[in-house]
């Protein structure tokens, strides 16, 4: 099946088709009698195997034959016409991952505590949600199919983790063979054929640092426009990683990597006109460095890989802050827009989950977030306070559930939070909105959103950066 990579990773078998999910009333499908729970097989005798095989084959055409699997066990064949651009009015089922099977060295989901809850361990490799959401594959295991298809359906750009060029050094991390470990023709094919790459480094000491590095992005580079862009981002190690093989990142190690890459970063920007390489934020920030220029990160490539997100946020705040200041504040000019996830990905954010945070006289109330980026907002809300009057307070949190170097706000659990609510001041809690499963109001270590609610005193509300800015804004 296209979902699964090999053998074995093989944990089920699904049906063909796509499951509908929400037919938009007076819309063409409710006129077709199409509804929730109906599967469209075939697009004019062509096959549907996700949403993005029907967008694909419906883009641009005006009149269609739909293979319907009814509910109720009734095959229907559908004609129709429809006009230029007119929308079927369908929403469709999730995609099914697909699985990886590699052993990498560094793999995060060896770092999760036994009683994690089970999608914690689920390690796709699945070139539509690279397309789709910049998840990153290894292209290790990727069929003949799948690279057609991304060539055919311009799945572009991909996000391919590399990790290094040299042959030996790339199956030692990823824990296969060389043979499978090969993917220059692959990624050649990609490269010829239009497909723009992004490509990611897990920096681990020791392994393919150094000269393996510098190795790794003049070989990147040498493919210039068509690869995009270089991260390298530190491997991360919870205190359920044991191998023997990893080197914890230490902060002499950061300044060192940073010096090296600086030297790659100038000749690039001399020779490409570009950065091209970039290094994740975490390491300037264990290395004790200061955080590069807007101007270092161009159009932020890779900034939902954590690099630049920072940068970003510094200037974001920057903005608010001045806009607090002026008499004539305008949200929409503060708006920060996902430069990765495809727009086809994209679903309406609901509104509702934070509805209840009421406006007062003077914000009190305390921000929750990583011992990483603590300091850096801690200083950016002192200056905020300074301006409007409000009385915010930063905290930062350990975490206790995973340990180890884990440091960064997104990986804070329930407990983490649970765990510090005695230090809470003020009128209401604020916690990161990404400590929040996306598609579920749901913790990391499976603690649901309303049981945490119960354990504080006060409101709790998850926030993102544009929402929290809108509700400075309302203030001012």
Known sequence: MYEFAVTPAVTQLRRAGVIITEVAPESLAEELGLETGDRIVKVNGRSVRDYLDFRFQTAGETEF?????????????????????????????????????????FCFCKGNPEDARPSLFVRDEDIRLSFLYGNYTTLSSITDDEMKRIVEQRLSPQYVSVHATDLKTRAYLLGVDEKRADIFDKLNFLLDNGIEIHAQI????????????????????????RIVSA?????ALTRYNTDERLTKVTPEFCRRTIKEVEKLQKEFRKNLGVTFAFLGDEIYLKGGMEIPSRRHYGNYPQIEDGVGMIRSFLNSFGKLIKKVQSPKSEVQSLAIENVRTHKLAIKPKNKTQNSGLKTQDSLFGTILTGE???????????KLN???????????????????????????????????????????????????????????DGMQFDDLKKQFPVPIYNLDIQEFIEMILAEN
Not at 78 to 94: A, K, N, T, Y
Not at 202 to 224: F, M
Not at 231 to 235: F, K, W
């Open 65 to 105: 034959d739909f293979l319907v699997k009814k509910t109720n066990g009734e095959t229907w064949d559908i004609e129709l016409e429809r006009e230029e651009g007119e929308d079927f009015g369908l929403m469709f089922e999730q995609i099914v991952p697909r699985q990886c099977a590699n052993e990498c060295l």
């Open 372 to 382: 990483m980026f603590a300091p850096i907002l801690s200083e950016q809300v002192e």
């Open 231 to 235: 991260a390298i981002v530190p491997v």
């Open 386 to 444: 300074a301006v409007s009057g409000s009385k915010l307070k930063v905290l930062a949190v350990p975490n206790t559930y995973f340990g180890g170097d884990v440091s960064v706000a997104g990986l804070l659990t329930g407990q983490d939070f649970v765990a510090v609510k005695d230090k809470i001041e003020g009128d209401f809690v604020i916690i990161p909105k990404h400590t929040i499963k996306s598609d579920e109001p749901i913790l990391l």
């Open 202 to 225: 897990v920096l681990c000491p020791e392994i393919n640092d150094g000269a393996q590095l510098e190795k790794t992005l003049r070989d990147l580079a040498s493919h210039y426009p």
